[in-house]
């Protein structure tokens, strides 16, 4: 086991805001943690100029270059916790699949798989600490670079939103040929998704061991199934990475809160949260109340603000934010946007979204 074999390195500074793990575990906090997904983002000026002219994959490979894009939005925002630069699509790479990613359109396979004999074209074994160490030493020198700040998250695509890409060959709006493969191919996609989840278990693991202090796991693509088809090829899988992952850690004396973040599967919310997940993310579509209603308190909840809110007048982003707080409670709550930050939105739009998180929450609680 990665974390056994490793163990955390001792000597990182010690944790001085750990407000996003008390909320993750459902613990009482003196305000609603916050953070944003693609926090690290075209958004920002020194992102945009860090990365100009470089390749995304090779930004990606370099531990270096991923310490500082994570860091970026700390000295501009107070966040209560940061997610390491990488990109899902590092999976598919290991496997030996070649990814790109090309100026305006996005990531892109050169050669997806069409049928399932290419299955054969995929490495077998994966070595994950050889094939994906880069990102290892990516966390554990961001682990010493943020000094403690906050937190530090470590994630990885999950098998169905993998699998989507490697057959696709890029984005897609109707995902027809990933689905095709889920009716014609079911034994081919099983045999896919399995193999995806052997190499998704090994690297949280060895995020974990490389100084990860939680874990998200992104079912970006769960919103094009069904329910029918999301309960065979994907919650199945996510609940095994989890319970696979969670029990190694206890073997190794370790607890790392994990979120799941499948997007647009609101169908399938009150699963998730029997999903051996501390935290279940929600995207915009789902609201508030009815989210902890369905949940049962069983789990913390992550999100939801529409990142198009992000557009209003600061005045209204707090209305906004206020009034998600209401619907969530403040207890066992991380606020979040219900997919990422866009590039086009104004940095100081998003200080606003995480300062009226603090404001009104620090308000909320004292009167508990």
Known sequence: CLVRKHMFPKDFPQ???DTFLRAARGEETEHVPVWCMRQAGRYLTEFREFRAGKDFFETCQSPEACCELTLQPLRRFGFDAAIIFSDILVIPQALGMDVQMVAGKGPTFPEPLKEPEDLQRLTAKVDVGKELGYVFKAITLTRHKI???VPLIGFSGAPWTLMSYMIEGGGSNTHSKAK???YRHPEASHMLLTMLTDVIVEYLLGQVAAGAQALQVFESHAGILGPVHFNEYSLPYLRDIARRVKDELKEAGQDVPMIVFAKDA????EDLSQSHYDVV???WTIDPQSARERTGGKVSLQGNMDPCAL???KERISDIVKKMLEGFGTRGYIAN????VYPDMDPENVGAFVEAVH???KQMIKKI
């Open 266 to 269: 609101h169908y399938a919310v």
């Open 311 to 313: 557009y209003a007048p």
């Open 281 to 283: 993310g929600l995207d």
């Open 337 to 340: 946007l219900g997919h990422g």
């Open 15 to 17: 944790l001085r805001n």
């Open 147 to 149: 000094e403690g700040k």
């Open 180 to 182: 095709r493969w889920l």
């Open 359 to 361: 404001q009104h929450s």
